[in-house]
């Protein structure tokens, strides 16, 4: 019995031992791994842009970066929150979200949505919440007027968040409309949405934020200045 007793208590040891190195690993080392390898993906993406002769994907020893540079079209950033991170093509979970990357709506696996430089549309984008670089953990905290910037090889695309959705259902497409609905907006613009998993650590409901265009700048002209002053 005693024998038996104690190896109960072994596996069960074992196992919680197992069960922490996995939310270690989900919590903590799945930001880490993505952090690292978008803050090098960036510097990759603007290499290239500086110079098209360059090798896609040179990010060094890197190879998550490299792979994330080479999906990348484009960098997000929310000064306000402190989030920079690229953006690829499409939603998939395991191509594109699970690499810490936003996601844009391009119809693969979600419904379709507009590019930046479109002159009418809804650009609509999905990231993670939690683990993977959780690049849009806060964005429930964005307000009225708070900018959010978008960076392709020519231009800067500079949105004023203009309102949210606190909960909606997952296959509630009609966020991501080129109108969006329940947005406010009454008619066809130049619009950014803004989508992630709430409450935060379950895909129960989607968590939407709206933007609208407010400014397109080469990127020739340098980066555009966020409130007080501060490059975006």
């Known amino acids: 019995m005693t024998v038996a007793v104690r190896g109960l208590a072994e596996l069960l040891l074992t196992t919680g031992a197992l069960m922490?190195?996995?939310?270690?690993?989900?919590?903590?080392?799945?930001?880490?791994?993505?952090?690292?390898?978008?803050?090098?993906?960036?510097?990759?993406?603007?290499?290239?842009?500086?110079?098209?002769?360059?090798a896609p994907g040179g990010a060094g020893a890197d190879t998550d970066a490299g792979v994330v540079a080479d999906q990348s079209f484009a960098?997000?950033?929310i000064p306000s929150l402190g989030v920079r991170v690229p953006i690829a093509q499409g939603i998939s979970k395991e191509r594109v979200l699970d690499r810490g990357l936003v996601g844009h709506y391009d119809g693969v696996g979600g419904p379709?949505?507009?590019?930046?430089?479109?002159?009418?549309?809804?650009?609509?984008?999905?990231?993670?919440?939690?683990?993977?670089?959780?690049?849009?953990?806060r964005i429930d905290r964005l307000k009225p007027g708070d900018q959010v910037v978008v960076r392709t090889r020519d231009t800067y695309y500079t949105y004023d968040i203009t309102g949210s959705l606190p909960q909606t259902s997952p296959s509630d497409a009609s966020v991501v409309r080129p109108v969006p609905a329940r947005s406010g907006f009454t008619g066809p613009g130049r619009y950014l949405t803004l989508t992630t998993c709430t409450p935060e650590f379950t895909s129960t409901y989607r968590l939407i934020v709206w933007g609208k265009l407010t400014s397109e700048r080469p990127v020739s002209q340098g980066p555009p200045a966020a409130p007080g002053g501060a490059a975006a």
């Open 20 to 54: 922490l190195l996995l939310v270690v690993y989900q919590l903590w080392y799945t930001n880490v791994r993505a952090e690292r390898a978008a803050d090098s993906a960036i510097a990759t993406l603007r290499q290239q842009w500086d110079d098209p002769s360059s």
């Open 75 to 77: 960098v997000l950033s």
């Open 112 to 137: 379709a949505s507009a590019m930046p430089w479109d002159k009418e549309g809804n650009f609509a984008l999905a990231a993670h919440r939690n683990t993977h670089g959780e690049p849009f953990r």
